[in-house]
Each structure stands twice: as C-alpha cells, then as structure tokens.
C-alpha cells in the first residue's frame, strides 16, 4: 500500500533552515508528481509546492517564492522540501501528498515550528 513518510521537522529560530524529507513506497514513485502542503493552526490546509515525475516544480506558493524549494530523488523515492529565511508565519505542520490511481494519499505530517 502507499505510504508516505515525513522528517525533518522541528524547532528553528526567525531566518533559519530546515529541509523536508518525505519517503514513498507502494507505489512506482517516478512515474507520479508529489506535493508539499501544510496547515497552520486554525487554518485551512494549502498547496505548497508540486513536482511532476520530470523534477519540473509548479504551484509554489506565493508566500515561500525565492525561499522554498522543492526537488525529487527518484532513486529514493524521496521528495525534499528546502526550507530557507524561515518566518514565525511559517509555522505549520507540512503534509507530503500524491495521488495514485485516483486516490489522494497523504503522510501524517511534520511540524515546523518557527520561534525565538
């Protein structure tokens, strides 16, 4: 079955880094575009970043242009989220996510907590 796995949330202070990890398996993960999502208390989840099975990114949202990136290691089946210039409005908990075989998966997610 199809799993999804995040790491590398945590604890950073205003302007810091921090890189998403999200593990795949069940599924042929280079044929499939992955997205970042996250949910901030008390607010509606929104879409991040995709990327299609190419690496080609798309739908990068507004709020992180210029300080998010996303990319894919096919080898690994491992999608990344480069986080820099971290804000205290960053603060969420991001969601991998992928839709296979008309079903829409998701991991239980990672908190990023941004605060000095």
């Known amino acids: 079955q199809v799993q999804l796995v995040e790491s590398g949330g945590g604890l950073v202070q205003p302007g810091g880094s921090l890189r998403l990890s999200c593990a795949a398996s069940?599924?042929?993960?280079?044929?499939?575009?992955m997205n970042w999502y996250r949910q901030a208390p008390g607010k509606e989840r929104v879409l991040v970043a995709g990327i299609f099975s190419t690496g080609g990114t798309t739908n990068v949202a507004d709020s992180v242009k210029g300080r998010f990136t996303i990319s894919r290691d096919n080898a690994k089946s491992t999608v990344y989220l480069q986080m820099n210039s971290l804000k205290p409005e960053d603060t969420a908990v991001y969601y991998c996510n992928t839709w296979v075989g008309g079903v829409d998966y998701w991991g239980k997610g990672a908190l990023v907590t941004v605060s000095s």
């Open positions: 069940g599924f042929t993960f280079s044929r499939y575009r």
